[in-house]
């Protein structure tokens, strides 16, 4: 009977039950890609990783969603780093190796940061008033260039005139696939509107049916890094980002810009443990 060790960690939380949820499988090594996909959708959260040796890093990190395998995303980046350093003692400096690429992440305590692969951009062809519509928000809500951006996870950047349009929104499931499809062919869409801090956020995808949205995104964070970069060059930027706050499940991320670099950053904590068996 296979037994497989795993942890439960929420990271980007600053308070007890806060933060994106994670499942993190200590040792994959001996899981076919069936039983990984199987096991993602066991725990049906938005995402769950599995550490296996790496070559070229401190370890490999494989990321699934229920229904599908992802090259990278944030906070399965850096709930699996510090799961990576109190299982083999690798200090707070480490590397992961993902479809990806090699993604360095570091820590002080239980905050870790990554630092994001160079952005890639392109614009997107609806136009504000067509994404304004799918967001359920008139017209004027749409506050600047509309982009689609990679660090390794292509997402729609909508920029928002203020933080009540960002909570306003009310996406239809029909015209996100229209008009929001990433480059894998999945719709998905992060708003954001600059606060007296940073910015507040929302990230949107549609799963076989509906509208879900994801409380903690730092894939997307290091995608606003890459919006930045593409809107406002060489202009640094040092910015808390708070999303969540619709859904009753606060997430605070940490974002910085400079010298054409993006590192994205979050505390996670240890929620609990287990043992798998079938």
């Not at 950047?157 to 929104?169: E, G, K, N, R, W």
């Not at 009310?170 to 007296?196: C, I, Q």
Request: net charge negative.
């Amino acid at each position: 009977m296979p037994q497989i060790a795993y942890q439960i960690l929420n990271v980007f939380a600053e308070e007890p039950f806060g933060g994106n949820p994670l499942a993190v499988i200590e040792d994959g090594s001996q899981l076919s890609d069936r039983e990984m996909q199987l096991i993602a959708r066991q725990f049906n959260l938005s995402e769950t990783t599995f550490l296996l040796p790496s070559e070229r890093a401190s370890a490999r990190v494989r990321i699934f969603t229920p229904g599908y395998e992802m090259p990278f995303a944030g906070h399965p980046t850096l709930g699996s780093a510090q799961v990576v350093r109190a299982l083999h003692g690798t200090g707070d400096a480490i590397t992961l190796e993902m479809q990806a690429g090699v993604i360095p992440v570091r820590a002080e305590g239980e905050r870790w940061t990554l630092s994001a692969n160079a952005p890639t951009q392109r614009p997107m062809e609806a136009s504000p008033a067509e994404l304004a519509a799918m967001l359920g928000l008139p017209a004027e809500a749409i506050a600047g260039p509309c982009l689609w951006v990679s660090c390794g996870n292509e997402q729609a950047m909508i920029p928002l005139a203020s933080p009540a349009f960002v909570q306003a929104c009310r996406p239809d499931a029909e015209l996100m696939r229209r008009y929001s499809v990433n480059d894998t062919g999945k719709p998905k869409a992060y708003v954001f509107a600059r606060t007296e801090h940073g910015f507040e956020s929302r990230f949107f995808w549609t799963p076989d049916t509906g509208i879900a949205e994801d409380p903690g995104t730092g894939s997307a964070a290091a995608n606003l890094g890459g919006w930045w970069l593409a809107t406002q060059g060489d202009a640094p930027l040092q910015a808390t980002i708070r999303q969540g706050t619709a859904m009753g499940r606060p997430n605070v991320l940490s974002l910085q810009v400079g010298n054409g670099g993006i590192e994205v950053g979050g505390r996670v904590q240890l929620l609990g443990r287990g043992t798998l068996q079938w």
